[in-house]
T-cell receptor, first 115, second 115 residues
Framework: AQTVTQSQPEMSVQEAETVTLSCTYDTSESDYYLFWYKQPPSRQMILVIRQEAYKQQNATENRFSVNFQKAAKSFSLKISDSQLGDAAMYFCAYRTGVTGNQFYFGTGTSLTVIP | NAGVTQTPKFQVLKTGQSMTLQCAQDMNHEYMSWYRQDPGMGLRLIHYSVGAGITDQGEVPNGYNVSRSTTEDFPLRLLSAAPSQTSVYFC??????????????FGPGTRLTVT
């Protein structure tokens, strides 16, 4: 089974600053998808950004961008101009590509934004 | 659209009791899945379905049963609850199966406590 590792249980950032959350994964597949999800205290899981493994270009969504290093099996999330509303638990997730039916999540990083 | 709905939001069971967690989606999604979220463990896939009448096991299926008689509904059954099943349960759905960049939509979660 694939594994997803988030080595930073907690991170903090000053409002308006930039923070990077780390994620590594282990797989023997060449075709897969990677995701970052945000979970605020409301418990709702919200998709932040996705990356297809076959794409070399890093995905970006407004203030959120990823650094996808396929050879290193690394998928970090950069949040620019951090806002108070970014405070949440962030989960990295891997989805198998061939069937697309199995998802694996990391253990999460709790992000605190300091005013 | 109501999206993905889950009932109940909270439930307390005694060891050995049975119950069904309900999940419904109104987006005509083929793929539906159940996860459990435990502290420090991230989300783990319990069971999933790629269409009515088709279900399969995920990473942690023991102690849980599922069925999919309609596209809209995907209930999760605990036949004999155990304290180890104390967790937050999420249902999710997405359009399409197999390859495809369709995102998963998550329900609000059910917090289950087994005493």
């Amino acid at each position: 089974a694939q594994t997803v590792t988030q080595s930073q249980p907690e991170m903090s950032v000053q409002e308006a600053e930039t923070v990077t959350l780390s994620c590594t994964y282990d797989t023997s597949e060449s075709d897969y998808y990677l995701f970052w999800y945000k979970q605020p205290p409301s418990r709702q899981m919200i998709l932040v950004i996705r990356q297809e493994a076959y794409k070399q270009q890093n995905a970006t969504e407004n203030r959120f961008s990823v650094n996808f290093q396929k050879a290193a099996k690394s998928f970090s999330l950069k949040i620019s101009d951090s806002q108070l509303g970014d405070a949440a638990m962030y989960f990295c997730a891997y989805r198998t590509g061939v069937t697309g039916n199995q998802f694996y999540f990391g253990t999460g990083t709790s992000l605190t934004v300091i005013p | 659209n109501a999206g993905v709905t889950q009932t109940p939001k909270f439930q307390v069971l005694k060891t050995g009791q049975s119950m069904t967690l309900q999940c419904a989606q109104d987006m005509n999604h083929e793929y539906m899945s159940w996860y459990r979220q435990d502290p420090g463990m991230g989300l783990r896939l319990i069971h999933y379905s790629v269409g009515a009448g088709i279900t399969d096991q995920g990473e942690v299926p023991n102690g849980y049963n599922v069925s999919r008689s309609t596209t809209e509904d995907f209930p999760l059954r605990l036949l004999s609850a155990a304290p180890s099943q104390t967790s937050v349960y999420f249902c999710a759905s997405r359009h399409g199966t197999g390859r495809g960049r369709y995102e998963q939509y998550f329900g609000p979660g059910t917090r289950l406590t087994v005493t």
